[in-house]
């Protein structure tokens, strides 16, 4: 089954404790994405990758880190997290950027 | 860089008749137009897109219609029914690079 599977669904995690939250295709795209979702914002480009090794920033990177070594896995890493990224993440993936998103689940991460 | 802004934030209409959302985009480059459709607790999906060489495209009850020189699309679900309840959101592909922007989303509720 085509699928974007993220990991982990829940998570809660205290104030400048390193995570990742990964997320891998297996569709072949090459177009990754990870956005984050906040009530009356939307939902919020994060990084994005149009190939192995391309990586570029969305509209809200700071204080997150991504890397592509493999096609199919692009995880999202908050090397310090803070309460203000306390929000709902989804991570995407699309033969090219004008062409049909596939969303994973998301991850609600809560950051104390 | 692009910015999408998505009217209106709540709608409601009664079962049976015609919603329409809007939006505007600021970069004339832009050249690709998905609509997503999330439910509750759902991952948002992509359920019509145009591209900037099209004015109109129809998918059964959904439609939409792209206006290049106003620089705004719209949304259009006709004989809206139940199931039609959800948050939508439009976005556009900033012209020159790869960087999909959002809208801030309206929830449609349909009143049975």
């Known amino acids: 089954e085509a699928q974007v599977t993220q990991n982990p669904r829940y998570l809660i995690t205290v104030t400048g404790k390193k995570l990742t939250v990964t997320c891998s295709q297996n569709?072949?795209?090459?177009?990754m994405s990870w956005y984050r979702q906040d009530p009356g914002l939307g939902l919020r480009q994060i990084y994005y990758?149009?190939?192995?090794?391309?990586?570029d920033k969305g509209d809200v990177p700071e204080g997150y880190k991504v890397s592509r070594k493999e096609k199919r896995n692009f995880p999202l890493i908050l090397e310090s997290p803070s309460p203000n990224q306390t929000s709902l993440y989804f991570c995407a993936s699309s033969f090219s950027s004008g062409s049909k998103h596939t969303f994973g689940s998301g991850t609600r991460l809560t950051v104390v | 860089g692009e910015n999408v802004e998505q009217h209106p934030s709540t709608l409601s209409v009664q079962e049976g008749d015609s919603a329409v959302i809007k939006c505007t985009y600021s970069?004339?480059?832009?050249?690709?137009f998905p609509w997503y459709k999330q439910e509750l607790g759902k991952r948002p999906q992509l359920i019509i897109d145009?591209?900037?060489?099209?004015g109109e495209k129809k998918d059964q009850r959904i439609a939409v219609t792209l206006n290049k020189t106003a620089k705004h699309f719209s949304l259009h679900i006709t004989e809206t029914q139940p199931e039609d309840s959800a948050v939508y959101f439009c976005a556009a592909i900033e012209g020159g690079n790869e960087k999909l922007t959002f809208g801030t989303g309206t929830r449609l509720t349909i009143i049975p």
């Open positions: 145009i591209r900037s060489n099209v």
């Open positions: 970069d004339s480059a832009s050249n690709y």
């Open positions: 569709m072949n795209h090459e177009y």
């Open positions: 990758s149009m190939n192995v090794e391309v990586t």
